[in-house]
């Protein structure tokens, strides 16, 4: 047939019954399912790469959060 996938995978079932998939082997139909295929998940990559950079930002928030709760204390002692 000429309108059937190229490339092999799961495709909507051809018969057209609703909610129907089929394995295409990129010659023929093969097995059949109610259930969509699972597809799966891409490997997760981290937003920044590990390194100094990353470190020295958690040093400076981790002293401004330091230096925020210095000074809401002197501000309660001083109250």
């Known amino acids: ?7 092999p995978g799961w495709y909507e079932d051809p018969s057209g019954e609703p909610g129907l998939f089929a394995r295409w082997d990129g ?3 093969g097995e059949r399912t109610k259930h969509p295929p699972l597809r799966h998940a891409l490997p997760l990559r981290a937003v920044r790469p590990g390194g ?5 930002i958690g040093w400076i928030l981790a002293l401004a959060v330091a230096l ?3 000074a809401a204390l002197v501000v309660a002692l001083n109250s």
């Open 52 to 56: 100094a950079h990353n470190s020295r």
């Open 27 to 29: 010659s023929r139909w």
């Open 68 to 70: 925020f709760v210095v």
């Open 1 to 7: 047939m000429a309108d059937e996938p190229a490339r």
